[in-house]
């Protein structure tokens, strides 16, 4: 049975809206990714850490109840577990505000079982944070020499972008690991100050990684692999009610689509046109799914719109 893997922060997200908080779920870029995941039946591990606290504790049921592996939650004792404000604006984007102490580093981290049936996604400032690096970079390692699909989504915040070039190393190593790069106009404005994909693409991810999934918001998806170059419009959207976690559910599709289409990485080079247009739409119903309520994931329900997968 093929299963993803995960690696990340995982935070309480506190829901502000006019000033009122509305309410809260447990997040974390990677985390909402392997939440959406297991909500669809996908065999789901995830590999974080979390205070030994009430927040901890509601984290990790939290995690069970949706079917994702808590095994490799690393629980510590005397800390606090994130929180962060999230503060909707008049069109339902965040803005944060993070409250958090940095957790020990791990001598030797723990370590699921990978092979070559498994995809490992990663991603956000936990793949580049040095205090996270060393167990960030043994699982990369594990997937490459295992044979794992790898997906990084770069997801590049602006609190971080006087650290970019300090960090640039470690970027570009992610891309040399990563079989799929996914990163919104954002996150690369940041970090390149490039305003489009295919610059992004011909002068900053080829070279390391040779596929890109380019994302716009509500202007759709740019896709770059392998000689295959298309543009996806957003799907429509009769009402958004939070724009929380839509990338990393659009993350979540994306991983769904490459299961359910059956892709190895030894498939990768050969996929097709036809082929994309099915992971990437699969990505974009995700997406749609996630901005219609206010929790960071694709809908339970969702299951029913796309059926379980048999690999």
């Not at 996630?290 to 929790?295: G, K």
Request: glycine share 10%.
């Amino acid at each position: 049975m093929r299963k993803v893997i995960g690696i990340g922060e995982t935070i309480l997200d506190i829901i502000i809206r006019d000033g009122k908080p509305t309410g809260a779920v447990p997040g974390g870029s990677t985390f909402n990714t392997m939440v959406s995941l297991g909500r669809m039946g996908t065999p789901a591990v995830f590999l974080t850490d979390v205070g030994d606290d009430h927040v901890g504790c509601v984290i990790r049921d939290f995690m069970k109840d949706n079917g994702v592996d808590d095994t490799y939650v690393s629980v510590w004792a005397d800390k606090q577990s994130p929180v962060s404000l999230a503060f909707l604006d008049k069109d339902n984007n965040a803005q944060y505000e993070f409250y958090r102490e940095p957790f020990p580093s791990e001598r030797e981290p723990m370590l699921p079982e990978v092979t070559a049936e498994d995809i490992v996604v990663f991603g956000s400032y936990y793949g580049l944070d040095p205090l996270t690096r060393s167990r960030v970079a043994a699982l990369l390692s594990l997937a490459r020499e295992r044979g794992a699909i790898v997906v990084y989504d770069v997801n590049f915040r602006a609190n971080h972008k006087a650290e970019a070039v300090k960090l640039t190393g470690t970027l570009l190593e992610n891309m040399e690991y990563a079989d799929i790069i996914r990163g919104s106009n954002e996150d690369f404005g940041i970090l390149f100050g490039l305003s489009d994909g295919a610059s992004v693409y011909r002068q900053k991810t080829a070279f390391y990684c040779p596929r890109l999934v380019y994302t716009r918001g509500a202007e759709g998806v740019d896709l770059y692999a392998s000689g295959v170059e298309a543009h996806y419009p957003a799907q429509p959207l009769t009402e958004v009610v939070s724009t929380i976690g839509a990338g990393d559910s659009f993350n979540a599709g994306l991983i769904y689509g490459l299961l359910r289409s059956r892709v190895r990485r030894a498939d990768l080079d050969t996929l097709s046109p036809s082929d994309w247009d099915d992971i990437v739409r699969c990505a974009l119903a995700f997406a749609a799914s996630t901005c219609q309520s206010l929790e960071n994931y694709v809908a339970r329900g969702f299951l029913g719109a796309f059926g379980a997968i048999d690999n």
